[in-house]
T-cell receptor, first 114, second 112 residues
């Protein structure tokens, strides 16, 4: 079956702009979680959505937001981009949620902020 | 809070050498423990897991044993291959409702 699909794979933005990233989970998975990966901070949890509700949130500013649609697809948005937002953003889906299930990751969206 | 510590590397080995990547954790309760692997240009893939003390996870020749007394989950492989070159992440999931916590990752390079 198809894996987790993230779009776009690469994008370049300038400071102050906003960006929206998309994630399509594995069919049947209702949980989608987002992570930011940087060389300095490693993998940091952003948030998790389950059945269109945000269930958990990491320690990121309000510029980072997300949502999940009825078909379980998820989007995350970053507003007023800063240079430090340059990172690989990884989406992971899970059948029963982060608490109970394994995570299946997409290939990520690499964001560069100039 | 929960945390995972692992050797950051990079680790460079010759083909067929023995591999150990150390991982220790701090967590409340009885977490589940995982090793994920990230090949160049790809997302993370689950390599193996253990859900309770003394469990041994194994896959593709890799093994790790959940040691509660030393709060460790070291990854081992008896004979590495060039294709094992990747970044390896140790992670825990607190079964009291927290999210996954990942270690910083260890980059492994295997030379022919």
């Amino acid at each position: 079956k198809a894996g987790v699909t993230q779009t776009p794979r690469y994008l370049i933005k300038t400071r102050g702009q906003q960006v929206t990233l998309s994630c399509s989970p594995i069919s049947g998975h209702r949980s989608v979680s987002w992570y930011q990966q940087t060389p300095g901070q490693g993998l940091q949890f952003l948030f998790e959505y389950f059945s269109e509700t945000q269930r958990n949130k990491g320690n990121f500013p309000g510029r980072f937001s997300g949502r999940q649609f009825s078909n379980s697809r998820s989007e995350m948005n970053v507003s007023t981009l800063e240079l430090g937002d340059s990172a690989l953003y990884l989406c992971a889906s899970s059948l029963r949620g982060v608490v109970a299930g394994e995570l299946f990751f997409g290939e990520g969206s690499r964001l560069t902020v100039l | 809070g929960n945390s995972v510590t692992q050797m950051e590397g990079p680790v460079t080995l010759s083909e067929e050498a023995f591999l150990t990547i150390n991982c220790t954790y701090t967590a409340t309760g009885y977490p589940s423990l995982f090793w994920y692997v990230q090949y160049p240009g790809e997302g993370l893939q689950l390599l193996l897991k253990a859900t309770k003390a003394d469990d041994k996870g194994s896959n593709k020749g890799f093994e790790a044993t959940y040691r509660k007394e030393t709060t460790s989950f070291h990854l081992e492989k008896g004979s590495v291959q060039v294709s094992d070159s990747a970044v390896y992440f140790c992670a825990l999931r607190d079964n009291y409702g927290q999210n996954f916590v990942f270690g910083p990752g260890t980059r492994l390079s295997v030379l022919p």
